[in-house]
């Protein structure tokens, strides 16, 4: 018998979307929009640094986030990434190609 899938396998192919949503709210640093993430899920989804990073900076070479280093509330040095106009749009387009997605597997979970 299989085991159920983990967060982890779960983010996979979804990752580029949470981060995008997540970055609609405001700029933010790679440990917040992890943050953000693990709090929206209500804990189920944890985004670990070996996930995140090379999203961050796959969106970037697309041009969907731009990036710029600012001093943290804690007086720390970090990276801010923001959402471009086409970033923006992205969110949009991934949305709806992640609903069709799972209307399409609901269609198939319905079937007996």
Known sequence: MAAAPSAADVLRGTLDLLVLKT??????????????????????????????????????????????WHTTENNRRAKYYNLTR????????EAASWRRYVEAVELILQVS
């Open 23 to 68: 970055l609609t709210l405001a700029p933010m640093h790679g440990w917040g929009i992890s943050q953000r993430i693990q709090q929206f899920s209500r804990g189920v989804l944890d985004v670990n640094q070996g996930s995140l990073y090379p999203a961050l900076q796959r969106l970037e070479q697309k041009g969907w986030i731009e990036s710029e």
């Open 86 to 93: 086409a970033g923006r749009r992205a969110v949009g387009d």
